[in-house]
């Protein structure tokens, strides 16, 4: 056993973690974190997908001890604290982009580290950056369309809260 | 969970990491992005007592020009080199091999010198950088040599690399005028594809057009990713024409009834090389100007 710190959803975790563990196994088992998945275990399928320093990574492919002193965004941290969705997550229901679920949160945060660095994507773009995420339900279309629908969401967000602050000025 | 991972260690330095190696010799194993490693581990085909990573160690991670020579760091991801501006033009190559390896995932985690390390006959990035000549940087406590990759790389899955060592970085020259360098890869799908098949090809110019210079490399096409010697000196001096992209599409292929005889791949490899080698010297001839419409319209 040895310790590790690092920071999950904005908040710093001291924990036990036995050597052989993956970050998958310390943020399910250890954390109780279970919005992430594990699908294959071996990288292909994305369901267990988070976002560490800014980057999707697969956490089956991870060492929980490579994890030190990382940041770490799991689907549980995405909501508001008053639970209001995410755009991404709301976008998902309202185009039909979730059917069983099981690869929705992998799903929503590789869509979510797209718009972070690419706020106006094309379907192309999408479907790129979705690449590493199996989905056996929808056939994706509605996964795109959903991830199209939270940038432009997003974007208009960002110039509502911009015109707010202006008049509140 | 692995339970036969005794011990563990981050490192921040190499010298950290080489003293570890040192210590715990074959007992010990590096890991940086791991997308290779945890899955041998999960299959039980390595099981080391020690892990030593080094994923988050800053000086290898680096990707620079150095007097005419281009490094790459071992712990260089993927994601790295598919966006750096150093691989955006001539040697848009390098980009387009890193660009094809599995997903975003993956290519966040998985290191260059994971890739050359873990010396997959199909590995991606190797074509390319045999095309280019490169030279690994290895270190070990206290002291560095450099080999040309093509020595580095001894058979399936096996390098030169001792037991106390590790791979630094890897450094070839840029390429010059009337030069280019072309990749080619055929996988099954677009996303996530392993190799079938796949080529890197550097050809220099001279002013009457002949071959000066050649390079070829293949993913894939036999126990190791390697330098194709016969179809080089087959290419060499000669006048780059149609006639003779069609010659030697067909010596490959002859080449690779000879190498893979008996395999079940070889009908399809066959016809598979002289495709990839075509478009490999297409992208190397014409380099990152997409105007020119044929390849050899540049002489």
New interface residues.
């Given amino acids: 056993m040895r310790q590790t710190s690092f920071k999950v959803n904005g908040e710093t975790h001291t924990v036990e973690i036995q050597e052989g563990m993956r970050l998958l196994d310390l943020l399910r088992n250890t954390l109780q974190l279970t919005g992430t998945k594990e699908g294959c275990g071996e990288g292909e399928c994305g369901a267990c997908t988070v976002i560490m320093d800014g980057q999707i990574v697969n956490s089956c492919l991870v060492m929980a001890f490579q994890a030190e002193g990382k940041e770490i965004l799991t689907i549980e941290g995405l909501d508001l604290e008053d639970g209001t969705l995410h755009p991404i997550q709301q976008a998902f229901l309202d185009e039909g982009a979730v059917q069983c679920g099981f690869c929705t949160p992998g799903m929503v945060l590789s869509a979510k580290a797209l718009l972070d660095h690419n706020p106006h994507p094309t379907n192309e773009e999408i479907r790129e950056a979705i690449s590493g995420n199996l989905c056996r339900c929808t056939g994706y279309n509605k996964i795109v369309e959903a991830i199209g629908e939270a940038a432009k969401a997003m974007t208009k967000g960002e110039k509502d809260r911009g015109t707010a602050h202006r008049g509140a000025k | 969970?692995?339970?036969?991972?005794?011990?563990?260690y981050?490192t921040h330095h190499i010298e950290e990491a080489l003293e570890l190696l040192k210590r715990f010799g074959e007992r010990a194993k590096l890991?940086a992005?791991?997308?290779d490693l945890?899955?041998q581990m999960?299959e039980g085909r390595v099981s080391p007592a020690v892990?030593i990573?080094i994923?988050?160690v800053e000086e290898t991670r680096e990707i620079k020009e150095v007097d005419q020579m281009i490094e790459i760091g071992s712990t260089a991801t993927f994601?790295q080199v598919e966006t750096h501006s150093l691989f955006d033009r001539e040697l848009t190559a390098i980009a387009q091999a890193a660009r094809s390896i599995?997903?975003?995932?993956?290519r966040?985690?998985a290191t260059v010198g994971g890739n050359i390390c873990n010396a997959s006959p199909a590995a991606d990035m190797l074509p390319p950088l045999l095309a280019l000549d490169a030279l690994a940087v290895l270190k070990r406590d206290g002291c560095a040599r450099v080999i040309p990759l093509s020595d580095f790389l001894t058979g399936k899955e096996q390098t030169a690399l001792e037991t106390d060592e590790l791979l630094d970085r890897i450094r070839f020259r840029k390429i010059p005028d009337k030069s280019g360098i072309g990749f080619s890869k055929l996988g099954v799908r677009?996303?996530?594809a392993i190799a079938r098949l796949s080529m890197a090809l550097y050809v220099a110019w001279d002013h009457e057009g002949c071959c000066c210079d050649i390079r070829i490399a293949s993913g894939a096409l036999g126990i190791k990713a390697q330098r194709e010697w016969e179809t080089e000196n087959f290419m060499a001096g000669k006048k780059l024409n149609d006639a003779l992209i069609d010659e030697t599409a067909a010596f490959l292929e002859e080449n690779t009834v000879k190498r893979l005889a008996g395999r079940s791949t070889l009908p399809f490899k066959r016809h598979a090389v002289q495709g990839v080698f075509r478009e490999a010297f297409d992208q190397a001839m014409r380099g990152p100007d997409r105007r020119i419409k044929h390849a050899t319209d540049i002489l």
């Fill in positions: 969970m692995n339970p036969l991972i005794q011990e563990v981050q890991i992005g791991g997308t945890i899955i999960r892990l990573d994923s988050s994601t599995g997903s975003p995932q993956i966040n985690r677009n996303a996530l």
